[in-house]
């Protein structure tokens, strides 16, 4: 089941995505929230009607770094022995369409296409036999990024944590199983053009190994999202460029980049 969330006249609501072609699309509210038991109510309002909102809220994002090695070669990086955490502020988080601003202390924007693991239960310590029975769904996910304060500071939190930079969406995909989520064909294009392709088959830490390792440092909350890394081909992002990042099984999630106001 393919799951979003948006707005309707001034009412925001979650919805079971129905069809095929992206000009018959529908949602079918839910009544109720989808991260407990819920029903689908019947009333339908096809999706180019209304606004698609980031597919969740989540309490925190858990990026981690360098999780694919011809990305970490790139950049110069050695590739970690564990994986590499770091945070994105759920103020960081906007949804399908929305503007990414280009953050007025950044020369170098860049994006990065990686593939989105949305947490459906509250879970600590998860061994990693469990891990299937936290994850709630799968979306897209663009970890953007202001590279020169990157390489500048010592810590990433404004390089990567600034407004509008974790573009999430459109809808979460539940019906992945965690086997097939693990060999998907991740891409980006910036104006139409390919930037980045791989498979998530190429992560050095599993889906599991990120999970296992970050849930025995925290707990996480059902609407946690974890970054699980991007393939190779990042680059840099101007005003005015569309980006598009476009996931096997799930969709693709597009954003505009403009001038911060």
Known sequence: MRIARFSIDGNVA???????????????????????DFELSGTKVPVNKVRLL????????????RNYADHAKELGH??????????????????????IQYPSFSEELHHEAELAVVIGRMCREVPRERVKDVIF????ANDVTARDVQKREKQWARAKGF???????P???????????????VQLTVNGEQRQLG???EMIHSIEDLIVNISEAMTLLPGDVILTGTPAGVGPLTVG?????????????????VKRG
Do not use: H, M, Q
């Open 137 to 140: 769904g799968y979306t897209c």
């Open 54 to 65: 980031p597919p969740v809220l989540p309490n925190k994002v858990v990026a981690f770094g």
């Open 171 to 185: 809808w979460v995909e539940t019906d992945l199983d965690l086997r097939t989520a693990s060999d998907l064909t």
């Open 163 to 169: 407004d509008t930079s974790c573009p999430l969406g």
């Open 241 to 257: 460029d569309e980006v598009a990042v476009t996931i096997e099984g799930i969709g693709t999630l597009t954003n505009k980049v």
């Open 78 to 99: 050695e590739v970690p022995d564990a994986p590499f955490a770091f945070f994105k502020p759920s103020t960081s988080v906007i949804g399908p369409g929305d503007e």
């Open 14 to 36: 979650f919805g079971a995505v129905e069809g095929d072609r992206p000009d018959e699309l529908v949602l079918d509210i839910i009544k109720g929230i989808p991260f407990a």
């Open 199 to 201: 498979r998530t088959s």
